[in-house]
C-alpha cells in the first residue's frame, strides 16, 4: 500500500484536473510533458504543480519531465479510481436525472446500480435503463448490493435523514447535492457540492470585471 | 466604489460558505459571532477566517466579533449578490432542467429569462414557466434583453462554439457546466464547473477511510 501524509484538500482537488488533462494528452499520444507544459494547459503555476506532485513522490525526472502515462495513472491509483464504485442515486427528480445521465457518459468506474424515490408516480420506470425503487428498499439493497456510494438528489429538509439511511445501510461515501451540509460519521467520507457558490464566485468576477472597465473608461 | 485589491480565488470560493452560514445565523435571529464560531460552522480554522476577511478590511471588532448582518450585507455586495442578473440556458436536457429548477428556488436575484435548445421537440414548450427557444434566435434575445450570464448545459463538443455566440451577443459571464474548460475573452467571466473532480475528490478520501479501516485492523 502507497504510504501518504497527509494532503490538503486543496491539493486533492487539483489532481483530478491534472487527470483531466493527461487523459486529454494521452489521446493525443504525447509522451511526456514538463511542469511548464502542465502550467499553460491547466493554469496553475509550475511550482504550484511541482509541489502538489511532490506530495506524492514527485514522479518527474529533471529535464525529462512527466510520463504523461505514468503521472495519469499514478494520480487515478492516488485518487482511487483504478476500481470500480457501486452507487445508488436518491431522489429522481431532474437533479437525480441529470446525475443518472451524467454519471453514465463517465465510463470511468462509476456506475448507477439503482435509483430510490418517495413518488409512486416514478417507482417501478427507468431512467437509462436503471430501475427507480421504492425509498423504503434503501437500506435492504444497499447492504444486499454491497453499495459504496450514496448520492443525495433531495430536497435540504431530508438530506440528512436520508444520509443517516445511507450510512446506516453501510456506504463508504455520500455525494450530496442538496443545498445542506451533510454530516456523516468518521469512516463516511462525504462531498458537499454547493452548485450555488460557483455562481456566486461568478457574479463576483464579473463585478470585478465590470470595475475593471469602468475604471478604464474613466481614464480615457 | 469599493477598493480592493487583487484577492486570490481560494478566498473568493470560501465567501459564498462564509454568506451560506451567516444567512443561516440571520435567519435565526443571530446578532454577532466571533471567527471561533464561524470557525466551528464552517470547518475553516478561525485563523484562515479572520485573515480571509481582512482581505476586505476586516469588519470584526476585537472582543466583539463580527455583527452578522453587517458581515453577511458586506459579502453579498463583494459577491455582486446586491443586484439581479439576467441569465439564459443553453441545451434543455436533464442538466438544463436541473439547472432551471435548482437556480428557481435560489430566490436570490438570478433569474433565468429564457431556455435555447436546438431539437425541435422541445422548441415551444416551458419549462417551470419559461419559454423554451430556438438556438437560432440565441443572438438577437440576449442582446434585446441585455442578457447577463449564460448557462451552458451542452454537450462538451459544441460547449465553446456556444461560447463563443454567448460572448458575441455580449454577456458579462458564462457558467459552463459541459465538461470542457470554456475560454473567454478576457471581459467575459467563466466558471467551469466541473462536476466529476468532486466525484474523484470524494473517491480520494474514501480511499483514504479505507486504509485508515485497515490499518487499524492490523494493529489489533
Redesign the interface.
Given at each position: 500500500?502507497r504510504k501518504?501524509a497527509k494532503i490538503s484538500?486543496?491539493v486533492?482537488?487539483r489532481?483530478?484536473?491534472y487527470?483531466?488533462y493527461l487523459n486529454e494528452l494521452r489521446k493525443k499520444g504525447v509522451d511526456k510533458i514538463s511542469s511548464n507544459e502542465l502550467s499553460q494547459l491547466t493554469g496553475y503555476t509550475a511550482s504550484q504543480i511541482r509541489q502538489d506532485l511532490n506530495n506524492f513522490g514527485g514522479f518527474g525526472q529533471q529535464g525529462y519531465g512527466y510520463s504523461v502515462d505514468g503521472l495519469y495513472n499514478e494520480i487515478s491509483a492516488?485518487?482511487?479510481?483504478d476500481r470500480e464504485?457501486k452507487m445508488v442515486v436518491v431522489g429522481a427528480?431532474?437533479?437525480g436525472?441529470?446525475?443518472?445521465?451524467?454519471?453514465y457518459y463517465?465510463k470511468t468506474g462509476?456506475v448507477v446500480n439503482g435509483i430510490f424515490e418517495v413518488d409512486p408516480k416514478l417507482i417501478g420506470t427507468k431512467i437509462n435503463g436503471i430501475d427507480v425503487m421504492n425509498y423504503e428498499d434503501l437500506v435492504e439493497y444497499v447492504e444486499k448490493k454491497n453499495i459504496?456510494?450514496g448520492i443525495i438528489c433531495t430536497t435540504k429538509d431530508v438530506a440528512q435523514e436520508v444520509a443517516d439511511k445511507l450510512c446506516f445501510a453501510g456506504v463508504?461515501?455520500?455525494?450530496n447535492f442538496a443545498p445542506v451540509d451533510i454530516e456523516t460519521p468518521?469512516?463516511?467520507?462525504?462531498?458537499n457540492?454547493?452548485?450555488?457558490?460557483?455562481?456566486?464566485?461568478?457574479?463576483?468576477?464579473?463585478?470585478?470585471?465590470?470595475?475593471r472597465?469602468?475604471q478604464r473608461s474613466r481614464k480615457k
Amino acid at each position: 500500500m502507497r504510504k501518504q501524509a497527509k494532503i490538503s484538500n486543496a491539493v486533492i482537488r487539483r489532481l483530478p484536473r491534472y487527470r483531466r488533462y493527461l487523459n486529454e494528452l494521452r489521446k493525443k499520444g504525447v509522451d511526456k510533458i514538463s511542469s511548464n507544459e502542465l502550467s499553460q494547459l491547466t493554469g496553475y503555476t509550475a511550482s504550484q504543480i511541482r509541489q502538489d506532485l511532490n506530495n506524492f513522490g514527485g514522479f518527474g525526472q529533471q529535464g525529462y519531465g512527466y510520463s504523461v502515462d505514468g503521472l495519469y495513472n499514478e494520480i487515478s491509483a492516488i485518487l482511487g479510481l483504478d476500481r470500480e464504485y457501486k452507487m445508488v442515486v436518491v431522489g429522481a427528480g431532474h437533479l437525480g436525472q441529470a446525475i443518472v445521465n451524467h454519471t453514465y457518459y463517465y465510463k470511468t468506474g462509476f456506475v448507477v446500480n439503482g435509483i430510490f424515490e418517495v413518488d409512486p408516480k416514478l417507482i417501478g420506470t427507468k431512467i437509462n435503463g436503471i430501475d427507480v425503487m421504492n425509498y423504503e428498499d434503501l437500506v435492504e439493497y444497499v447492504e444486499k448490493k454491497n453499495i459504496d456510494i450514496g448520492i443525495i438528489c433531495t430536497t435540504k429538509d431530508v438530506a440528512q435523514e436520508v444520509a443517516d439511511k445511507l450510512c446506516f445501510a453501510g456506504v463508504n461515501g455520500l455525494w450530496n447535492f442538496a443545498p445542506v451540509d451533510i454530516e456523516t460519521p468518521a469512516h463516511v467520507a462525504v462531498e458537499n457540492v454547493h452548485i450555488s457558490e460557483s455562481l456566486h464566485s461568478l457574479a463576483y468576477h464579473m463585478s470585478r470585471t465590470g470595475e475593471r472597465k469602468q475604471q478604464r473608461s474613466r481614464k480615457k
